[in-house]
């Protein structure tokens, strides 16, 4: 029985940390705004930038211009500072084996999309749904329920998966009827991920091997 696997990105399948906190640190030092410290954006990493920055102290009349702001500057360093997280490529290459796969994010996906092929993995993925191509970003299931459409198969939602790093993605995965299983390997805590899911694991692959013998 094929499956499918959707996976999130940041924490889960790439670690981009670096990129990320110096964009948000342009982004407060370029306004004249305090940056609030790193431990505080970390704790938001899976939200629409939107979002962090609001609830960084950000007035929402001018949230935009603070996210035009840190894409600029991430556009100018993250394909150079991005890495794939430890077990991630293997993770990749055996769920290809046995499912379709595609990936549900709150980055742009046209970044996604940059990113994934110059990392050597981008040909593995069927369908990149991100921030820009919806109107409710995860935990909506919009995201998702995108994805599965784009991927146009008659598979039970029994053989759907989400994988991701943080509740977004597995109350994602809740309100779109589908499998959410939590990774430990990213940005969300244990004792959160236990509350939306009882399949949480250290590593994509391990899920993967989980989803695999099932």
């Known amino acids: 029985m094929q499956k499918i696997i959707l996976f999130d990105l940041d924490g889960t399948l790439i670690d981009s940390t670096k990129s990320i906190l110096d964009g948000f640190k342009y982004a407060f030092n370029i306004h004249d705004k305090c940056y609030p410290g790193d431990d505080k954006v970390l704790n938001l990493i899976g939200h629409p930038l939107e979002f962090m920055f609001e609830n960084l102290g950000v007035n929402k009349d001018i949230v935009g211009d603070f996210v035009l702001s840190y894409k600029k500057h991430y556009k100018s360093t993250y ?7 430890p077990a991630a490529r293997k993770a990749i290459l055996e769920a290809n084996k046995f499912a379709i796969l595609g990936v549900v994010t709150t980055k742009t996906s046209l970044y996604s ?5 110059e990392l050597g993995v981008g040909e593995y993925f069927k369908v990149i749904i991100g921030r820009d191509d919806v109107t409710f970003p995860k935990p909506n299931a919009e995201p998702i329920n995108k994805a599965l459409n784009f991927i146009n198969q008659n598979i039970s939602k029994n053989n759907i998966f989400m994988i991701g790093d943080t509740i977004m993605d597995l109350e994602a995965a809740k309100n779109a009827n589908v499998n959410g299983i939590g ?32």
């Open 79 to 85: 394909l150079n500072t991005t890495i794939l997280l």
């Open 183 to 214: 990774l430990t390997c990213g940005y969300g805590k244990f004792d959160d991920l236990k509350n939306y899911s009882t399949n949480i694991f250290k590593t994509p692959l391990e899920a993967v091997l989980y989803i695999k013998n099932l």
């Open 113 to 117: 999309k940059i990113l994934l092929d």
